[in-house]
């Protein structure tokens, strides 16, 4: 009799086991488990859907949130952005590097590696490792990156409603909010061709900073001090936090408010529980589409103007 999966068993700590959680914050799986694990990857194909773990499964669900999937889906849109903030001879005034690219490549700059191509060869590269450690299978479809797109757009839009929400609801005991912020740490950019390319910046680079690395590292030092579940919710909400502080740092940063601060962290929860479940692609799609959205498409109170009266 096949050893039953680990997927319908909780672990040592009472929380029962997603992949998705092994992903991103490691797995508490034992030798055995890993044994029995392989063994099973060796049946035939009659017990393929009952056997194999969700990386090994072709639904759409499971290969969109992989590595090879989120490397692809991402591709041209680092591409638009690194050849964009390079060939738009932007004025000093008028910089086009989203703020957490302008941090990550200072820092890199500190340490010897001033090469522009660097950050993001190094994005890459970690995609393929990533796909090559965790042994998932090489698989992708056009069919998958527009499932990608599709997804990306929708949750960006449901974090404009969210925002859209919290401001009615902001309203109903304070002054009114002109409009909702963008998630982008803000750049002193002001044609919509330079906005844009920064918004594909901060779906990148943000993600790859706060969700990305700051995430797990989070997570692995409050793995320290607590349990599994503890440390993933503090890991997810203190990421978010800061997420949300670094939007009011440097000169260029926004003037700090309460609805502004407090909308930002939902919205690294958001994106924080996105990256946890969807994968890294989902999660930079959604963020860029956010931004894209509120910063150049959609009309300030956007829920106010559907919802006001006709003439």
Same mark, same amino acid.
């Given at each position: 009799?096949?050893?039953?999966? %680990?997927?319908?068993?909780?672990? !040592?700590?009472?929380?029962?086991?997603?992949?998705?959680?092994s992903?991103?914050?490691?797995?508490?799986?034992?030798?055995d488990?890993r044994y029995?694990?392989?063994?099973?990857?060796?049946?035939?194909d009659?017990?393929? !859907?009952?056997?194999?773990?969700?990386?090994?499964?072709d639904?759409?669900w499971?290969?969109?949130?992989?590595?090879?999937?989120?490397?692809?889906?991402?591709?041209?849109?680092l591409?638009?952005?690194? $050849?964009?903030?390079?060939?738009?001879?932007?004025?000093p005034?008028? *910089?086009? %590097?989203n +703020?957490?690219?302008?941090?990550?490549r200072?820092? $890199?700059?500190?340490? +010897? /590696?001033e090469?522009p191509?660097?950050? *993001?060869?190094?994005?890459l590269? +970690?995609?393929? /490792?990533?796909?090559?450690?965790?042994? @998932?299978?090489?698989?992708?479809? $056009?069919?998958?990156l527009?499932?990608?797109?599709?997804?990306?757009?929708v949750?960006?839009?449901? =974090?404009? /409603?969210?925002?859209?929400?919290?401001? &009615?609801?902001?309203?109903?005991?304070?002054?009114?909010?002109?409009? &909702? *912020?963008?998630?982008?740490?803000?750049?002193p950019?002001t044609t919509? #061709?330079? %906005?844009?390319?920064?918004?594909?910046?901060?779906?990148?680079?943000?993600?790859?900073?706060? %969700?990305?690395?700051?995430l *797990?590292?989070?997570?692995?030092?409050?793995?320290?001090?607590?349990?599994?579940?503890?440390? &993933?919710?503090?890991?997810?909400v203190?990421?978010?936090?800061?997420?949300?502080?670094a939007? @009011?740092?440097?000169?260029?940063?926004?003037?700090?408010?309460? /609805?502004g601060?407090?909308?930002?962290a939902?919205?690294? &929860?958001?994106?924080?529980?996105? #990256?946890?479940?969807?994968?890294?692609?989902?999660?930079v799609?959604?963020?860029?589409?956010?931004?894209?959205?509120v910063?150049l498409? =959609?009309?300030?109170? =956007?829920?106010?103007t559907? $919802?006001?009266p006709?003439?």
């Open positions: 009799m096949a050893p039953s999966s %680990r997927a319908n068993r909780p672990n !040592e700590n009472g929380w029962f086991w997603s992949e998705a959680d992903m991103w914050f490691g797995s508490d799986e034992r030798v488990d029995d694990r392989d063994r099973r990857y060796q049946g035939d009659r017990d393929y !859907e009952r056997n194999f773990e969700d990386r090994y499964r639904e759409y499971y290969v969109s949130r992989q590595p090879l999937a989120s490397l692809l889906f991402v591709l041209p849109l591409a638009a952005y690194e $050849l964009g903030a390079h060939y738009i001879r932007s004025a005034e008028e *910089p086009v %590097r +703020g957490a690219d302008y941090w990550i200072s820092t $890199l700059q500190q340490v +010897g /590696f090469q191509w660097f950050l *993001p060869v190094v994005l590269v +970690g995609l393929l /490792f990533w796909q090559l450690a965790g042994g @998932y299978r090489w698989r992708a479809s $056009l069919g998958t527009f499932g990608m797109l599709s997804e990306s757009v949750y960006g839009m449901c =974090l404009v /409603f969210l925002g859209e929400a919290q401001s &009615i609801l902001v309203d109903q005991y304070h002054a009114s909010y002109e409009t &909702i *912020p963008t998630a982008a740490i803000p750049v950019t919509e #061709m330079t %906005r844009a390319i920064s918004f594909l910046g901060a779906g990148i680079y943000e993600e790859l900073l706060f %969700r990305a690395a700051l *797990p590292a989070m997570f692995g030092f409050l793995r320290l001090f607590f349990d599994r579940g503890p440390a &993933i919710f503090l890991a997810v203190g990421s978010s936090l800061l997420f949300s502080a939007h @009011y740092v440097g000169p260029a940063g926004d003037t700090y408010d309460t /609805f601060f407090a909308f930002r939902m919205a690294g &929860i958001f994106f924080a529980t996105l #990256m946890v479940n969807r994968g890294l692609g989902i999660t799609g959604a963020h860029a589409a956010y931004d894209i959205l910063g498409m =959609l009309p300030a109170n =956007l829920m106010q559907w $919802l006001a006709g003439p």
